[in-house]
């Protein structure tokens, strides 16, 4: 007689089978991802991966989907490897998924585009963020190994370009599990202090996973959480972190980030130079220019000032002067000679020449006799002779016929 089995054991059966059978277990398989909700509260994702023809149901635990570079999302192609098992609740088979990679793109590759795209949307790679390093630091930070090539190149550098630069060397992990979280914590010992201008954080150059770390979620949000300005060199030239795109400014190497980071002292010192014999040579054309508009400027104050009319007055002054001494001149001159004129003609007809000839003449009371009938019978009349006078009595006269 057959056996009877009972639902759960008949399913335990199954699942027994299935899990001893080698064929089921640790096996790849290629699918399209479909009814994925994101990851379930627990941690764990729940998905179902089909083709064409059948679909599978898959479950990935919280402790494997931890360790998966990349978000998968429904209709993306994957490589899934896992184990068949059987979930006895409702008697289906499911794989239990150890490993996920998207099939015919690197998982490595689609993380970092995935991860790109998110903190661009978010403003981290906003060139209005970006801020400005400081022209002359005077205290420098560098995150890397310890023990690499980076770190020494970098010291070099700051050391030969601008030795009064002080340099602080942060040892962080630059690859490896660790690496993101020792970045991460290495970030935020140089933000809580106060006195560092500039942070170089990088590495030499490696593979893409030597590199991963610089493209880590925490690694980024880090870096936009700084508060001092943040210098990337991950790699060389080529090589492209989502570290480079964060950061404040982007060097191809770390020896490059280490000549952005600080002045080069020698350079500084020829453009003083050259400064310098810039400013003499404005300054002595300035002299020369200020001496210029100075005699200029004397020049008009000398011609607007009064002291300068005031001679020109004077000056104008003494030849009026001068003039009126020579019309006084001619004009006295000229009156000599009219008085000598007019002395003349009087002295022509002078009542003394007259005496001198011989005639005299009679004053009656102060004037002069012309007529007889100007004076009585014993009136006294005074009679002037060219040398004395006489005075006499009228006793008779005679009327002019």
Not at 41 to 67: I, N, Q
Not at 122 to 135: C, S, V
Not at 157 to 176: E, I
Not at 310 to 332: N, T
Request: glycine share 8%; aromatic share 6%.
């Amino acid at each position: 007689m057959a056996k009877i089995f009972s639902v759960f054991e008949l399913t335990a059966l199954i699942r027994q089978t299935l899990e001893q059978e080698d064929l089921f277990q640790n096996v790849l398989v290629s699918g399209e991802m479909s009814n994925f909700r994101g990851p379930h509260a627990s941690g764990h994702l729940y998905f179902t991966l089909k083709d064409e023809k059948a679909s599978l149901r898959c479950v990935m635990w919280r402790s494997r989907a931890v360790s998966l570079r990349f978000s998968p999302q429904n209709g993306m192609k994957l490589m899934i490897r896992g184990s068949i098992g059987v979930y006895e609740k409702d008697g289906s088979y499911q794989m239990h998924v150890t490993a996920m990679e998207p099939d015919g793109l690197g998982s490595l590759y689609l993380a970092y585009e995935q991860l790109k795209a998110r903190l661009q949307e978010e403003g981290l790679f906003d060139p209005e963020r970006k801020r400005a390093l400081p022209p002359f630091p005077r205290k420098v930070a560098v995150l890397t190994s310890p023990t690499g090539a980076a770190v020494r190149d970098v010291i070099n550098v700051l050391g030969r370009r601008y030795p009064s630069a002080q340099v602080l060397v942060v040892p962080v992990p630059v690859q490896g599990d660790a690496a993101p979280g020792g970045i991460a914590a290495g970030l935020g010992l140089v933000s809580q202090m106060t006195d560092i201008d500039v942070v170089i954080l990088g590495r030499g150059g490696g593979s893409i996973e030597e590199l991963w770390a610089f493209n880590e979620e925490i690694v980024a949000r880090a870096i936009a959480a700084c508060p001092h300005p943040v210098i990337s060199a991950v790699g060389h030239e080529t090589d492209f972190t989502i570290a480079d795109f964060v950061a404040d400014v982007r060097a191809a190497t770390p020896s490059a980030a280490a000549e952005l980071a600080v002045p080069d002292t020698a350079a500084l010192e020829a453009g003083l130079r050259q400064q310098s014999q810039r400013m003499a040579r404005a300054l002595t054309r300035l002299q020369q220019s200020l001496a210029q508009r100075l005699d200029l400027l004397e020049q008009r104050l000398a011609a607007a000032s009064p002291m300068a009319g005031l001679r020109e007055h004077g000056q104008s002054l003494k030849r009026l002067d001068e003039d009126l001494h020579q019309a006084m001149g001619r004009l006295l001159r000229d009156k000599q000679a009219s008085l000598a004129l007019a002395a003349a003609s009087l002295n022509a007809l002078s009542p003394l020449k007259v005496l001198a000839r011989g005639y005299s003449v009679t004053r009656h009371r102060g004037r002069i006799l012309t007529s007889s009938a100007t004076v009585e019978t014993g009136d006294e009349v005074v009679t002037y002779l060219r040398q004395g006078s006489i005075t006499s009595v009228v006793t008779g006269k005679e009327k002019a016929e």
